[in-house]
């Protein structure tokens, strides 16, 4: 079974999708729904059913949204809303074994690829941590100039 990654990001407005199984090609597919009027919720159901329309064959996906993985395993009701969605997604996993799990934020190859970490620093946990490492050390070192900088024009 293949284990793909979906996510939909508010503040960007971009879905991704980020297949497990492909380390070595690096593939992963971002799309931006800025100019159409979808919510977040949206965005994510429209990930999965562009993951479940691109990838064929057996399919684990994994979205950091609770709800909407509640929603298409049958432990949570369908809104009136979002039953489109949910229709066309039902209908895509027939005939073949499709699995929904929620996966933790950090851990959503998705949401890393869309936080600006490319593949190989997210399969590469070193790598990531690093860069963390560098973001926070040129904050602090931003916060430090702002505040010299701050002290100067006072005097």
Excluded: C
């Excluded at 979002?82 to 066309?88: A, G, L, N, V």
């Excluded at 998705?110 to 690093?130: D, F, H, T, V, W």
Aim: no cysteine.
């Amino acid at each position: 079974m293949k284990r793909v990654y979906v996510d939909a990001s508010d503040k960007r407005k971009l879905i991704t999708i980020v297949p497990e199984w492909d380390k070595k090609a690096r593939w992963a597919s971002t799309i931006a729904y800025g100019k159409y009027k979808i919510k977040t919720h949206e965005a994510e159901y429209l990930a999965i059913i562009f993951g479940l329309e691109e990838i064929q064959g057996d399919l684990e996906i994994v979205s950091d949204n609770q709800g909407i993985v509640k929603v298409l395993n049958g432990l949570s009701r369908v809104t009136k809303e979002t039953r489109p969605y949910f229709q066309k997604i039902r209908k895509l996993s027939e005939n073949r074994l499709v699995r929904f799990t929620h996966g933790r934020k950090d851990f959503n190859e998705a949401g890393l690829k869309q936080e600006g970490y490319s593949l190989l620093e997210i399969r590469n946990p070193k790598l990531r941590e690093m860069k963390r490492e560098l973001k926070a050390n040129t904050k602090r070192k931003t916060l430090r100039y702002m505040q010299r900088t701050k002290r100067k024009d006072s005097l």
